[in-house]
């Protein structure tokens, strides 16, 4: 990647950077998460996309897609980062690098898998987790059960957000991706494979945690194969960020009914969202400049509008 340019944003309460870099044909970036010191938790949220065609209604990434980021696209962007903020990683305790920025990984897996590769070359101690809606390639599917099963430290997380088909269509209009049923048995499938547990993604947003939803989610996901990770709903646009979902008790209320029934749950209050859209894939300065920026892209690389 060569960077042509690039814009660091730093949170109000100074534990979270963005990066946004312009290359080539395209725009990227990366979300750095500092837990109490670097040393003890450091968390690197890297893009594999320029823009996302998925779609989902809750993220403004979706709005525009350029192109695929190519494997050293997307290693330089933590090397980058590691290096700005002069994380020795050797020494970061908890040291994790995320696909879930910017982009669906297995929409890109030619780059993804490569760059996992390398990552865990360069990088050893830390965990290389993959974010993803599911996309519908019984190939790539395949291939990551594989390299999954080669590298202990890959983990998986099914982003879900609602708890039956139609409702999930509707937030994630991506049509070529699994049901939950097939996630959740592909989920079990990875589990077998590899012995570690994957994590059901599950953004909270006042209508989607009703005790029809709870025991949706209990009777597709058995507690001792798969793990919650519950959200609150970042605002998708800086406009909106004080209509954005984020009632940390009733996401509390709903994980505690998880963990009377036997869940390893978490929840993640993404800091930085207020005034840099610190939450993972809620891009507001790349919005800002592809809307303006669109145009030419579409007419020039053959982004989709």
Same mark, same amino acid.
């Not at 950077?17 to 044909?25: A, E, Q």
């Not at 050293?72 to 590691?82: A, H, N, R, T």
């Not at 790539?140 to 999930?168: T, Y």
């Not at 509390?252 to 869940?263: E, K, N």
């Given at each position: 990647?060569?960077?042509?340019?690039?814009?660091k944003?730093?949170?109000?309460?100074?534990?979270?950077?963005?990066?946004?870099?312009?290359?080539?044909?395209?725009?990227?970036?990366?979300?750095?998460?500092?837990?109490?010191?670097?040393?003890k938790?450091t968390?690197?949220?890297?893009s594999?996309?320029?823009?996302?065609?998925?779609g989902?209604?809750?993220?403004?990434?979706?709005?525009h897609?350029?192109r695929?980021?190519?494997?050293d696209?997307?290693?330089?962007?933590?090397?980058?980062?590691?290096?700005?903020?002069?994380?020795?990683?050797f020494?970061?305790?908890?040291?994790?690098i995320?696909?879930?920025s910017?982009?669906?990984?297995?929409?890109?897996?030619d780059s993804?898998?490569?760059?996992?590769?390398?990552?865990?070359?360069k990088?050893?101690?830390?965990?290389?987790?993959?974010?993803?809606?599911?996309?519908?390639n019984?190939?790539?599917?395949?291939?990551f059960?594989?390299?999954?099963?080669?590298?202990p430290?890959i983990?998986l997380?099914?982003s879900?957000?609602k708890?039956s088909?139609?409702?999930r269509?509707?937030?994630?209009?991506f049509?070529?991706?699994?049901?939950l049923e097939?996630i959740?048995?592909?989920g079990?499938?990875?589990?077998?494979?590899?012995?570690?547990?994957p994590?059901?993604?599950?953004? $909270? /947003?006042?209508?989607?945690?009703?005790e029809? &939803?709870f025991?949706n989610? %209990?009777?597709? =996901? +058995? #507690?001792?194969?798969?793990c919650?990770t519950?959200s609150?709903?970042?605002?998708?646009?800086?406009?909106m960020?004080?209509n954005?979902?984020?009632?940390l008790?009733? $996401? /509390?209320?709903?994980?505690?009914?998880?963990? &009377?029934?036997?869940?390893? %749950?978490?929840? =993640? +209050? #993404?800091?930085?969202?207020?005034?840099?859209?610190?939450?993972?894939?809620q891009?507001?300065?790349?919005?800002?400049?592809?809307?303006?920026?669109?145009?030419?892209?579409d007419e020039?690389?053959?982004?989709?509008?």
């Amino acid at each position: 990647m060569t960077i042509i340019s690039l814009k660091k944003f730093e949170s109000s309460e100074g534990n979270v950077w963005k990066y946004v870099f312009h290359i080539p044909n395209g725009i990227t970036e990366s979300v750095l998460y500092r837990y109490e010191s670097f040393e003890k938790r450091t968390v690197l949220c890297c893009s594999v996309q320029s823009g996302c065609p998925v779609g989902c209604i809750f993220c403004g990434t979706g709005r525009h897609f350029i192109r695929n980021l190519s494997s050293d696209e997307i290693i330089e962007q933590i090397d980058y980062v590691f290096k700005d903020s002069s994380i020795d990683t050797f020494n970061v305790r908890k040291l994790q690098i995320m696909f879930m920025s910017m982009g669906e990984p297995f929409l890109n897996y030619d780059s993804v898998e490569p760059a996992i590769r390398k990552l865990h070359s360069k990088y050893p101690n830390a965990q290389l987790l993959v974010s993803t809606i599911v996309p519908r390639n019984e190939s790539v599917l395949n291939k990551f059960i594989a390299l999954s099963k080669e590298i202990p430290k890959i983990g998986l997380q099914f982003s879900i957000h609602k708890s039956s088909d139609e409702e999930r269509d509707n937030s994630i209009p991506f049509k070529n991706k699994l049901a939950l049923e097939e996630i959740a048995l592909y989920g079990r499938k990875w589990f077998l494979a590899t012995g570690r547990r994957p994590y059901c993604n599950y953004c $909270v /947003d006042g209508k989607n945690d009703s005790e029809n &939803d709870f025991k949706n989610l %209990t009777s597709l =996901f +058995d #507690p001792t194969v798969f793990c919650f990770t519950f959200s609150v709903v970042c605002a998708k646009d800086e406009t909106m960020k004080d209509n954005a979902f984020r009632n940390l008790s009733v $996401v /509390d209320t709903f994980s505690r009914r998880f963990i &009377d029934a036997g869940y390893d %749950t978490r929840i =993640f +209050d #993404p800091a930085g969202q207020d005034d840099i859209g610190g939450g993972c894939g809620q891009l507001w300065y790349v919005q800002k400049y592809l809307t303006e920026k669109h145009r030419v892209y579409d007419e020039a690389w053959g982004g989709m509008k």
